[in-house]
């Protein structure tokens, strides 16, 4: 329980609960759209609290394009040249792709007139590319551990290397294959 209560007091952990609420909310609603299992009145129902927590976390990433584009420009760099390209890149796309989904929400609550449709796709497109250029850094550094271990010859033991000493990098690139289909979809 103190771990949940340490995550939920970061804005970071409370945009991750509310992602998982988001996500599960929305996958229910289709299930029972698709299945017919329940009533339209129950299918609204979950649709509105999926848009509200959508909300909530457009709220809570509010001026958090800043946080990304100082960290791009002026944070810690790896020593390794194509990973602190990488790296350096992968966040000034998501500094854009957030920009974007600011001035979007800034438009659908009403404060601004402005083509909705065409910084969606910017932001789908800024997103798509910080998601790809992250699973080409996962890539490399799965690469230099398979490499540099002395059991490249047996694959069960690189996954389990992988799995149990490197469980952050596994689910690093488990999160970012499937955040990869959100911008896709969206285009």
Known sequence: MEEFIKLNNQTNGRDKLARLIQYSVKS???ILQQQKLSSAKYVDILKSLECNMANFRKVL????????LYLALFGKVSSVKPIAVASTTS?????????CDHILWIARVGLIDTDTDRWSKSANRYW???????????TYEIYRIVNSSKISDRRSDIYLLLFHHRKDLALDTLKNLLDLIIPLSGQ
């Open 28 to 30: 229910a609603w289709y």
């Open 61 to 68: 990433r509010f001026g958090r394009f800043t946080d990304h």
């Open 128 to 138: 798509a590319i910080s998601v790809c250029v992250q699973l080409l850094i996962d």
């Open 91 to 99: 966040k000034l796309a998501f500094a854009a792709f957030l920009l």
